[in-house]
């Protein structure tokens, strides 16, 4: 059992009958959304990806990343939202179990419109050899778009155009787009965005397995994870079902006026991953003037922050943490004659094992204090895992918003600001 | 005006009336404050502090800092909470004006008990000169008390018992406490945090100063900036209040049931200082099972993820944006003469120019979305806006704590987990 992902109810205060409740609810809810799969429309393509990926483009990712790993010391990715948070979640959670010999630096542009970070950027590879993976739909998303003029410009400054065109990959929409467009005519090479796949449910495409594999992550056992999580939630029982158990508890106590989740780790390295969660549910539930608020954070460094008001605060927050059992390294903490920080009781002990129990006490300070806690136990972090997680929470989001009563693969109101934005850009004079 | 901060609160749905009505309460509490400021008791040593600071402890300061940037490539931080998160906001905030020749990369652990990102450190630092600065008011705190432990020995291993005395600095009480102990038995040098000045205040002591001097910041600035917003801020009449007003603005806010509060910027390096503020406002506020909750966002990163929520999710929300009017460099936009991106309606402009639109764009579309928001308005980022700034929030956070009717000065919700780790970890045994 060195690969289990386990949801654990116990400390949620919810009892196993008020879960069961929801069993018809959830079996027709799995029913709709197994119906929708082969409608591009319903963009429910992600549920069933992990069987039925395209194993061609897959070898053409790896294809890729094996040149990119020979030819650059960076591999620049430009994408904003979905198209680039699934691939840092990833690779920042397996940063200690990749093998960094066989790994290139990955570095993220066009997720925001600060000049300072992008001329820090620019400085930065000045002197490395790069390549650059351009992921957008449309092509025309104004800030990866702005970006990728600039980096463009800068490769073939640096390589020439036929030398910029080597190290040039494009990931878009195939034959749709001004990407694919521009991809066409400066002969870049090409993968596809499955057009009934969202961005924030893109992670195991294209979209995060070019950055994953240039990062030296083994996507196959990434995929075989998803896989492993496509068949174990595939279970329309929700006795069964972890996945859909997560999504039952999240709205009963969304019912019980608990509308701030927490999303919680011991693990710094998983910010990302907390950062791709939480637009995730945002993006799919935050609609019609509902949802729960998505939050993160980074224990114990945040129960010196945020903690006094998730003890003490408004009562409207509830926890999931995301426990990993073993870390891939460990540290004996040493015995000291004098004893001055009074730490000799924990001397010869780890400190996971700290962790530990520093975990458990916060969780029944937490929950004394009312605030439910969801436990997700995890053995331990590696691409099998990790690929299982993705799915996981993909799964559930479509379940918890369906049981919202939003549709869960819209974002109707991210085009508001961008839209005022045109206006006062002149973009339509 | 160069180095202005102003607060617009023309988005924030509020009237100049409504704020008004607050006069009285503000004067009372402004009063009480002031009178509280020499009793040690009340933690409110923070108001005066710009003015009348340790000026021996300053220049000893300095003095340790050129010391360190001679003979260290590394300044390892241990501190948790209100011990790192100060120094860390600023040296952040200023990474794009510091000079990097006259800056020593600063490290931060003991903030929490991840044993891969230990041994990650412990990896980088085996090759390069390090000092380090461990900051404690005990010296019992589980998380930087063992790290001490860890790099102490680390040090005592590298350089000699001799050799580490010369390279850890300590922070810590007066004459008081485990650290204080430690350091006069080991003959370390010692800085002081004044007993009336809480942790998540301290950012202008000791605490926040060396590690920002070793960075490379010039504190003397820091400091003027405090001093002149002390002063500012030094007024009882609401009316000329601006920090007042912010403390007023978000209690009116709450009382309308919005209860979140996003702290947003467009610069990705203030990431830190939100952090900071979160800290502040979190643990001063969420008490008595309410206050507002505190929770970050990078724009238009977030916009992508979060934005759908913030757009049309549950109306409990406000935000407050650090708009930072000009940037250290910038970078204008190339013209294309294919055009496919159709970004040439924006070529010659600048990012920055580009950011202040999609600012103003979010801003209408947010308050349009019945999201109220708070502008403060900064002309850049240096040492003395950051020094404003600092003050600014500390008085506001007062100020805003003494009208929710808690005491912001105190955070008796953090004991509790920590009960129950030594409980568990068995240390009254």
Chains 1, 2 share one sequence.
């Not at 065109?165 to 034959?175: A, L, N, S, Y």
């Not at 749709?176 to 057009?195: H, S």
């Not at 993705?390 to 989001?397: I, N, W």
Request: charged letters at 25%; hydrophobic letters at 35%.
């Amino acid at each position: 059992m060195e690969n289990n992902i386990k949801l654990n109810l116990d400390y949620s205060k919810i009892s196993n009958h008020e879960i069961m409740t929801y069993s018809e609810k959830v079996k027709k809810i799995h029913k709709d959304l197994n119906n929708k799969v082969d409608d591009k429309k319903y963009f429910t393509g992600w549920i069933n990806w992990p069987e039925e990926y395209d194993k061609k483009e897959f070898e053409k990712i790896k294809k890729i990343a094996n040149k990119v790993k020979k030819d650059s010391d960076v591999l620049i990715v430009i994408g904003i939202g979905g198209s680039y948070l699934g691939a840092r979640a990833v690779i920042e959670s397996l940063k200690y179990v990749t093998n960094k010999e066989n790994s290139v630096e990955i570095i993220y542009v066009g997720n925001n419109l600060s000049a300072n970070y992008i001329n820090e950027i620019i400085d930065y590879v000045s002197d490395k050899e790069i390549s650059i993976n351009v992921i957008s739909k449309s092509g025309k998303t104004t800030e990866p778009a702005i970006a990728f003029r600039i980096f463009r410009n800068l490769m073939e400054n640096k390589y020439g155009i036929d030398g910029a065109r080597k190290r040039i990959f494009v990931t878009t929409t195939k034959r749709k787009g001004a990407l694919y467009k521009i991809a066409v005519q400066e002969k870049y090479v090409k993968l596809y965005i499955p057009e009934n796949i969202g961005g924030r449910y893109s992670v195991l495409t294209s979209v995060g397995l070019l950055p994953m594999a240039v990062a030296g992550i083994n996507i196959e056992d990434i995929m075989s994870g998803a896989k492993f999580a496509q068949e174990k939630y595939s279970d329309d029982n929700l006795k069964y079902n972890d996945c859909y158990k997560y999504a039952v508890a999240r709205n009963i106590l969304y019912e019980r006026d608990k509308t701030i989740e927490i999303m919680g780790t011991y693990e710094p390295n998983l910010f990302y991953l907390i950062e791709w969660w939480k637009q995730l549910y945002g993006e799919s539930e935050g609609k019609n003037y509902s949802g729960i608020f998505p939050s993160g954070a980074i224990y114990t460094t945040d129960l010196h922050s945020l903690g006094q008001y998730v003890q003490e605060g408004r009562r409207n927050i509830f926890e999931t943490i995301l426990n990993i059992k073993n870390t891939d390294s460990d540290i004996i903490i040493n015995y000291d004659e004098e004893n001055l920080d009074e730490l000799n009781y924990i001397a010869g002990k780890t400190i996971t094992y700290v962790k530990n129990k520093a975990m458990l006490g916060t969780i029944q300070a937490h929950v004394d204090g009312d605030v439910p806690n969801i436990i997700i136990d995890i053995d331990k972090i590696n691409e099998f895992t990790i690929g299982h997680l993705l799915y996981f929470f993909e799964k559930a989001c479509a379940m918890s918003g369906n049981l919202l009563g939003i549709n869960p693969f819209d974002q109707p109101g991210v085009e508001k600001y961008k839209e005022n934005m045109f206006n006062l850009l002149g973009k339509y004079e």
